[in-house]
């Protein structure tokens, strides 16, 4: 490899000018000048690189031949070379023309583009702003109808609840009256008692004082004594501490049987004070229509209104708050109501007794027909007819309903009783009693328990899988009717006395009799048979004289 000489300055061999050029040039190796260059490793070497390494095959050329040729072939090129740098030049000036006027056109177009999109962004923002504004306009009417909506529905809310609160503020006050009345009733018993037992006790501590004043002198003595024991003995006879002593246990019993009473019929809640035996007050007698021709009264469907039949099987409701009375349903020939109940505050299921004329058969029997229940809405517009098994000999279909708003059917003569889901009219159980057959109606207690029935004068009280529980019975229940009080499964046995005179009887679901002859009336000589006593679920009790309606209130008494 070549390098420069080493200049005097340093001491070291002298250099020497080569021809051709005014360069100094050494062998990096060997240090000596360069003098010749080869062609295979093109490179320069120096005199002693040409005898030892680049022998042949390498050729050698001289090194003052190759700079001279060299330069020649440079110089050659120099023509060229300036000739290329004028169209640079040339090419240099279009490059600022067309760069400059590129920028000026990209510019236009770029601000073009800008000014372009940024309308584009300024119809997208109006749009955005339009859009918002539609959807806030949206969203507002919407606000504004749910508020509305909201605002109604609060309103109503507010009303019920009001409503709600009402009642419920009515019967507490209605109530609270009622054991006020009751209380008023103890209170002054208990005062004349001890007003009675005062007065005794005035007239011993008097006796008391008599006897200490004649003992102080014989005189007095032997006069007053007889007169002073005489009296002794005619208070004592009294046995006033006896008297105020049952009367008070007597008090104490019948306060204690007072209770407070809750509970739902036909999916509508009542409460009332009651469990006591007390005394029976006719309140209101409501006069049945002369239109209503034969009436019979089978039926509650709410504590105000009540079901009656007439001669012709038309029904007429008849409201016990406002005395009217409003035929509901065009009887048929063929068909009469024997029962009624309400399922809840929209629904009443009806039971019936259907037969056929006597048609074709010979023996001119009646024959008697399916669709033994039908269920109404409160317009008394059908839902749906319900039919179960017709058996022979079984004329009359009776319903109620449970306690857990199931309906409850038997067929007189027949000792199966079905609960029926009045959803869809289905079967849903079959109760049988073992040894009896259903006779008249069927009732539903509040603990499960179903009072049937079983005689002229005997009501059978069966459990939900048709064991006997109790029977109720009373010789003098000759001829007979029972309804059962939904809240305190209390039964009231109306019959009748004697003649014209009908009476009823409070009776336990144990069948012990409470009380007798809680009710009695004299029926009218308007012709058909004598109904039920019924009890509304508010603690009322209605018969029929088959002139009017007699509504009896239960007061409190000692």
Not at 42 to 52: A, F, N
Not at 311 to 321: E, P, Q
Not at 352 to 364: A, I, N, Q, T, V
Request: proline content about 2%; some cysteine.
């Amino acid at each position: 490899m070549a390098s420069k000489f080493l200049t005097k300055e340093k001491g070291n061999a002298k250099l020497h000018t080569r021809k051709g050029h005014d360069m100094t040039w050494s062998c990096d190796k060997h240090g000596e000048p360069i003098t010749f260059y080869c062609k295979q490793h093109k490179i320069p070497i120096c005199h002693k690189c040409g005898t030892k390494a680049h022998q042949k095959p390498c050729e050698l050329d001289d090194i003052e031949d190759v700079i001279f040729e060299r330069r020649g072939n440079l110089e050659e090129k120099q023509p060229l070379i300036e000739e290329t740098k004028l169209l640079l030049q040339k090419v240099e000036s279009k490059i600022n023309a067309v760069s400059s006027s590129s920028r000026k056109h990209l510019q236009t177009v770029n601000d073009k583009l800008q000014e372009t999109f940024k309308d584009k962004l300024k119809d997208v923002k109006e749009r955005e702003v339009n859009l918002i504004r539609v959807i806030n306009e949206e969203a507002d009417e919407e606000i504004r109808k749910i508020n509305e909506k909201r605002e109604k529905r609060i309103k109503d809310c507010n009303i019920d609840i009001e409503k709600e609160q009402t009642t419920i503020k009515e019967r507490e006050t209605k109530l609270l009256a009622d054991t006020k009345t009751i209380s008023d009733v103890v209170t002054k018993k208990i005062n004349d008692l001890t007003n009675k037992n005062q007065h005794a006790l005035n007239i011993m501590k008097n006796i008391e004082s008599t006897i200490t004043r004649i003992n102080q002198h014989d005189e007095t003595l032997v006069n007053e004594a007889p007169q002073v024991l005489a009296s002794i003995d005619e208070n004592l006879s009294l046995n006033v501490h006896q008297d105020v002593s049952v009367c008070l246990d007597r008090v104490q019993n019948k306060v204690d049987k007072v209770k407070f009473v809750e509970g739902e019929v036909g999916g509508e809640y009542y409460c009332r004070i009651d469990w006591y035996i007390g005394k029976w007050e006719l309140v209101k007698s409501i006069h049945i229509p002369s239109f209503v021709d034969k009436p019979w009264v089978y039926g509650l469907i709410s504590d105000d209104e009540i079901c009656v039949e007439d001669g012709k099987n038309d029904m007429y409701i008849t409201c016990i708050s406002t005395e009217h009375t409003q035929k509901v349903i065009d009887g048929v020939s063929n068909m009469h109501f024997t029962s009624c109940a309400p399922i809840d505050s929209n629904v009443i299921v009806c039971g019936k007794r259907k037969w056929d004329s006597k048609g074709d058969r010979l023996d001119g029997a009646w024959t008697y027909m399916d669709e033994d229940i039908t269920l109404y809405d409160r317009q008394w517009k059908m839902i749906r007819d319900i039919s179960i098994s017709r058996n022979e000999g079984g004329n009359s279909v009776y319903v109620d309903v449970d306690r857990d708003g199931m309906i409850l059917a038997a067929q007189t003569y027949q000792s199966s009783i079905y609960v029926i889901n009045p959803d869809d009219g289905k079967i849903v159980n079959t109760i049988t009693m073992q040894g009896k057959k259903v006779l008249g109606e069927v009732q539903a207690l509040s603990s499960g328990d179903i009072v049937v029935q079983t005689g002229l004068n005997k009501y059978t009280v069966i459990s939900r899988s048709g064991e006997e529980k109790v029977v109720i019975h009373c010789d003098e229940w000759v001829e007979s009717k029972c309804r059962v009080d939904k809240l305190t499964d209390t039964l009231y046995i109306t019959y009748r006395v004697a003649g014209k005179t009908y009476a009823v009887d409070q009776v336990s679901r144990d069948g012990i009799i409470m009380a007798r002859r809680i009710v009695e009336y004299v029926e009218s000589d308007r012709p058909f048979c004598f109904s039920p006593c019924l009890v509304t679920p508010s603690g009322n009790l209605v018969v029929c004289d088959r002139r009017k309606l007699l509504l009896y209130k239960k007061k409190f008494s000692l």
